[in-house]
């Protein structure tokens, strides 16, 4: 492995940004190690003070007869501004030293390294200089062991007030690590690694992500991929396929299709009430009731509160003629001498309740809207339930719908 230094010997006089974003930000393989000395703050003040005193005198009796009036000035101004922040502001003085070690395999392409580093400096600002003869020293100095040669401080040596050290703030470039996480992709800026856990609730809100990306850029591939990995953590996954894409990796995982149209041979039962629907509190009835409004209300369009009432009480008819009421215990059967669950055979369909609504003239309206779901177009809705629905990799295939509207 090859190593070359580079010594940061000048910067822009006033910086409002951070001075190292653009070696930061780029994949250049380098190590930078920056040094802060706190300068003592009473001798400062008086060497200051000295300084201010001879260069005012010499200003004052030379006049624009020197020639090097306007670095004197700049001089005079930049001492009075450092002695006024220290004394109204309470900044202190630090000596900052700056060294970068590049490093390559190849020593040509270790050159190229240099020369791009130089080049993003520059434009920054920032004046370098090739440790030719101090290598060991600064390749010591970017090492983790806290060693500032004094063969290299005089070249690197630059003062720098307590607001200033924030533009020399290195650590801009984010990167996320979670440790439970799965492989996302790369930092487009560092190259770093980025693993994320979507569902660690404690840092995220929820496991919410979208993908953006032109076409063959592999968005479809990204999402399959997520799809495998989080099937090998076994979490919960229902995707909705409207170009069936998802069919083949969906059976390589053992997964469930679950295709929606005219022609399908898979059902799921609206009218479905299933133990894990309630997850704190009991009253697995009015839960489902609730749901089964919002889910009627697109059919029927905006009920109004009549409707709603109406329909409500069509609902708790319809599940009482299969015995099932408010009281939770009456969800449960007796099989083989075992307390379980209803099954989905145990449930109404939605030509149960259709049948109810047309026994009332006020009801009979809804039951005619209802109509193409129990013997029209829309009959796949109207079955018992014939997939493994706790599956934890569910592909809803909406392809024979994407060109309907109901």
Do not use: W
């Not at 630059?158 to 020399?168: A, E, F, H, V």
């Not at 290195?170 to 930092?187: L, R």
């Amino acid at each position: 492995m090859y190593y070359a230094g580079l010594i940061l010997v000048d910067y822009y006089r006033e910086y409002s940004d951070i001075i190292f974003k653009n070696i930061i930000n780029s994949n250049i393989n380098m190590n930078l190690s920056i040094f802060y000395e706190k300068a003592d703050r009473f001798k400062t003040i008086r060497d200051l003070t000295y300084h201010i005193s001879n260069v005012g005198v010499d200003l004052d009796k030379y006049n624009s007869s020197r020639e090097d009036i306007d670095i004197a000035k700049f001089s005079y101004n930049d001492a009075k501004y450092i002695r006024r922040e220290m004394q109204l502001k309470n900044e202190d003085l630090y000596y900052l030293y700056v060294y970068i070690t590049a490093y390559s395999d190849n020593i040509k392409e270790l050159e190229y390294l240099l020369n791009k580093l130089e080049g993003l400096l520059e434009s920054s600002g920032i004046q370098t200089r090739r440790a030719n003869f101090r290598e060991e020293q600064v390749f010591l100095s970017c090492c983790p062991l806290y060693k500032n040669s004094f063969e290299i401080k005089d070249s690197s040596k630059k003062n720098i007030l307590t607001s200033g050290i924030i533009s020399t703030y290195p650590f801009i470039s984010s990167s996320i690590f979670d440790e439970s996480g799965i492989f996302f992709g790369t930092n487009m800026y560092n190259k770093s690694l980025i693993f994320i856990d979507r569902y660690d609730r404690e840092k995220y809100k929820n496991g919410n992500m979208v993908v953006f990306g032109t076409s063959g850029a592999g968005k479809s591939f990204f999402i399959k991929l997520q799809i495998l990995r989080y099937r090998l953590m076994g979490i919960e996954q229902y995707v909705i396929d409207p170009e069936r894409e998802y069919e083949k990796i969906c059976k390589n995982l053992n997964g469930v299709i679950f295709k929606i149209g005219p022609s399908s041979d898979t059902y799921i039962n609206v009218l479905d009430i299933r133990e894990e629907s309630i997850e704190e509190s009991k009253g697995y009835l009015s839960n489902k009731i609730q749901r089964l409004i919002g889910f009627f209300n697109l059919i029927f369009n905006n009920l109004n509160e009549e409707d709603r009432a109406i329909l409500e009480e069509s609902i708790i008819e319809c599940y009482k003629r299969k015995n099932i009421t408010f009281d939770d215990e009456s969800l449960y059967k007796r099989k083989n001498k075992k307390r379980m669950f209803k099954e989905s055979i145990d449930m109404p369909i939605l030509e149960d309740l259709y049948n109810v609504l047309l026994e009332k003239e006020a009801t009979k309206i809804l039951a005619l809207k209802l109509k193409p779901f129990i013997s029209g177009s829309l009959k796949y809705f109207n079955n018992h339930t014939n997939i493994e629905i706790n599956n934890k990799l569910i592909i809803a295939d909406i392809y024979e719908l994407r060109r309907r509207k109901y």
